[in-house]
């Protein structure tokens, strides 16, 4: 059987609930957002008209700017092919899912790099690390069933991948909160980085975890 045929029975995949729809479309604008703006920032000398902490913020980076770039661009590609990995028309081709999962894996294994000198320090660092282990440990169950032809079970785990590596973009909110009380709370971007990853994946994927458990059968 070959992955064209594999999922033969999309009428068994029931529609995600709206909010998560609109989560997921939100997510994806945040994310390519926070990658051009990253890319703007390794590209320019810092400004001076900018906030202290974000000039810093933008001088780390600059300073692992291979890495940084390599990261940020294979996350702007995986991140604009997911809505193919769902959308019914294209979710059944194999270029697609291949490169879903190809592009996966370099997201995950450049994010181990990028942990190796976290902005926040060793809090920041696990948080990368427990949740990027998820995302590769979902990718691959992902892989598998969608090899052994079992769509069920396949769009859950594509679901939870899906959940985890978005969680980059609900961190982003969570931060800009941190950056408005900054002056009240005195914490620095090394500070604060580590809870807002926490606080960021932990929501994704939780809340996609709960929905996957009230469904009956694997959603869309």
Do not use: K
Request: with cysteine; glycine share 6%.
């Amino acid at each position: 059987m070959t992955p064209t045929t594999r999922h033969s029975h999309p009428h068994e995949l029931t529609p995600l609930p709206s909010g998560l729809r609109v989560g997921f479309w939100l997510c994806i604008v945040v994310a390519i957002a926070v990658v051009m703006r990253r890319l703007l920032a390794l590209g320019h000398s810092p400004s001076s008209t900018e906030p202290p902490d974000l000039q810093r913020l933008d001088q780390f980076f600059r300073s692992h700017a291979s890495l940084t770039y390599v990261h940020i661009v294979v996350a702007l590609l995986f991140v604009c092919i997911l809505p193919l990995v769902y959308w019914s028309r294209t979710r059944l081709w194999q270029p697609v899912r291949t490169l879903f999962y190809l592009l996966g894996l370099v997201v995950g294994l450049t994010a181990f790099g990028m942990a190796a000198h976290p902005v926040g320090g060793v809090v920041e660092g696990a948080a990368v690390v427990v949740f990027n282990l998820l995302f590769l440990f979902s990718l691959l169950q992902s892989f598998r069933y969608w090899r052994r032809g079992d769509t069920i079970a396949d769009r859950r785990w594509t679901l939870r991948a899906t959940a985890i590596v978005l969680g980059i973009a609900t961190t982003r909110p969570v931060m800009g909160v941190f950056f408005a009380t900054a002056r009240l709370t005195g914490w620095t971007p090394h500070q604060f980085f580590g809870p807002a990853f926490w606080i960021g994946f932990t929501i994704n994927t939780v809340v996609m975890e709960l929905v996957l458990r009230r469904r009956a059968r694997s959603i869309e």
